[in-house]
């Protein structure tokens, strides 16, 4: 099991940036998929994006264009870049690994986006 661990969440004003790190306690360069997926009140958990190890992405529809996953394996972390944001873009974010069968997430962080 790796633990993962969420930061950077917090509230925006529409149209601003932020950005998340998910810290894992192992190689993510052992991982096959990295990802981020994000449930708001009322709604299902959906996928923000993910990032294969071979570097390949795939990035839900609401977000493309605005928001980049990335990696450092140095640092055994993935970046969630999220641009343009937008009010429905509020909810929690949660980091993923998936290794074979084995999948572990972080606790969530919070964005809220709002004037």
Avoid at 25 to 48: C, D, F, N, T
């Amino acid at each position: 099991q790796v633990q993962l661990v969420e930061s950077g969440g917090g509230l925006v004003q529409p149209g601003g940036s932020l950005r998340l790190s998910c810290a894992a306690s192992g190689s993510i360069s052992s991982m096959h998929i990295m990802g981020w997926y994000r449930q708001a009140p009322g709604k299902q958990r959906e996928l923000v994006a993910r990032l294969g190890s071979g570097g390949s992405t795939n990035y839900g529809d609401s977000v493309k264009g605005r928001f980049t996953i990335s990696r450092e394996n140095a640092k055994n972390t993935v970046y969630l870049q999220m641009n343009s944001l937008k009010p429905e873009d509020t909810a929690v974010y949660y980091c993923n690994a998936v290794r074979g069968l084995l999948s572990d997430w972080g606790q969530g962080t919070q964005v809220t986006v709002s004037s």
